[in-house]
């Protein structure tokens, strides 16, 4: 029963390199959601997908991209890593109108 | 432009007695409404939900009352207790756009 599984747990990158944070989801959800949490902010939403082969923008999305190319896979992609992206980001997944679920988040650094 | 509100960073409470949480939003497409638990170090779990359609849902010491005329909702937990400290988010979303759009979060502290 993992649910969402977000790897690596921590990082700490130097600025201009770049990262792939993964995602992976074991419940069949056709949705799934790339979030970030700033101190004070709430969580806000960099990217999502509706199914396989799908994506769209977030509210935050410059400087990351994503890829949908299984059902259980949403990883985000960070180029060229800024101070900025400092944060921690959380995955998520919902099938229908039920409540998401979300992994237990990736606490990225940027130095 | 912050479309969902939770305009109090923290609240304390004494244990047994009442919290209440509250929440404000400015979009009304927004159709159904959920409120999340999130302690330190995890990621948020979700708590109890309400669409649009009712004013009132009940889950166990949980109650979500919706207000839509006033764009308002709020989250009753009683009694409190220590297990409940933790910071709780609002979040909305719309069935058009399949997006969550949550609040900046309330810190909420129940004293033994």
């Known amino acids: 029963n993992a649910g969402v599984t977000q790897t690596p747990k921590f990082r700490i990158l130097k600025i201009g390199q770049s990262m792939t944070l993964q995602c992976a989801q074991d419940?069949?959800?056709?949705?799934m959601y790339w979030y970030r949490q700033d101190p004070g902010m709430g969580l806000k939403l960099i990217y999502y997908?509706?199914?396989?082969?799908?994506?769209d923008k977030g509210e935050v999305p410059n400087g990351y991209n994503v890829s949908r190319s299984t059902t259980e896979d949403f990883p985000l992609r960070l180029e060229l890593a800024a101070p900025s992206q400092t944060s921690v980001y959380f995955c998520?997944?919902?099938?229908?109108?039920?409540?998401?679920?979300f992994g237990s988040g990736t606490r990225l650094t940027v130095v | 432009d912050q479309q969902v509100k939770q305009n109090s960073p923290s609240l304390s409470v004494q244990e047994g007695r009442i919290s209440i949480l509250n929440c404000d939003y400015t979009?009304?497409?927004?159709?159904?409404f959920l409120w999340y638990k999130k302690y330190p170090a995890e990621g948020p779990t979700f708590l109890i939900s309400?669409?649009?359609?009712?004013d009132k849902n009940e889950d166990g010491r949980f109650t979500v009352f919706l207000n839509k005329s006033a764009k308002h909702l709020s989250l009753h937990i009683v009694p409190s207790q220590p297990g409940d400290s933790a910071v709780y988010f609002c979040?909305?979303?719309?069935?058009?756009?399949?997006?969550?759009?949550f609040g900046t979060g309330t810190l909420l502290a129940v004293q033994p």
């Open positions: 998520a997944s919902r099938q229908g109108n039920y409540g998401y679920t």
């Open positions: 419940m069949n959800h056709n949705y």
């Open positions: 997908s509706v199914g396989a082969g799908i994506t």
């Open positions: 979009n009304s497409m927004f159709d159904y």
């Open positions: 309400i669409s649009s359609i009712k």
């Open positions: 979040a909305a979303s719309d069935g058009a756009t399949n997006k969550l759009i």
